[in-house]
């Protein structure tokens, strides 16, 4: 037998104002695009902006319904959308804010695991790595410099 270790790094900024400007700008835009949630179930807003490589900027809140599987996460609403609209932009920058209804949201919230293998497909598709800042209502934003951090041991087309 042997041990594999994986280890995973981030970078942490105390607030959105510690983060580069355009960086800034970005999270700024996914905590607008958080109220446009639709989450009347969970109480809980996700929003999502996304940089792409031809300089647009795809937002995305989450969307729930009565029949939960049929909702979607903002990360999942962006990411799609983007694809749909722009299919040969690469994306480059992703910054996600979450925010409760019902509780304070000060701890960074990352991307679930559905949202996680999807980052993953598009990373892989475009063969370069998404920078991925995400945090609570408010506080400390983290920075992933790739989805591998948050996924290391992803499943793509090649396991197919």
Excluded: W
């Amino acid at each position: 037998m042997k041990e594999i270790n994986i280890n995973t790094s981030f970078s942490v900024y105390s607030s959105i104002a510690e983060l580069p400007e355009e960086i800034q700008s970005l999270m700024r835009s996914a905590v607008e695009t958080r109220k446009n949630a639709y989450a009347p179930y969970s109480k809980f807003r996700v929003g999502t902006a996304l940089l792409l490589d031809n300089d647009k900027i795809v937002l995305g809140s989450n969307q729930e319904n009565a029949a939960y599987p049929s909702g979607l996460c903002a990360e999942r609403v962006a990411i799609f959308q983007s694809g749909a609209i722009y299919p040969e932009a690469k994306i480059l920058r992703m910054a996600i804010s979450a925010a409760s209804d019902t509780n304070k949201t000060k701890s960074p919230i990352p991307p679930c695991g559905a949202c996680r293998q999807s980052i993953s497909e598009y990373e892989f598709k475009q063969g370069t790595p998404i920078e991925i800042y995400f945090m609570g209502e408010s506080g400390e934003v983290y920075k992933s410099d790739s989805i591998k951090n948050l996924l290391p041991l992803s499943f793509d087309k090649n396991f197919l």
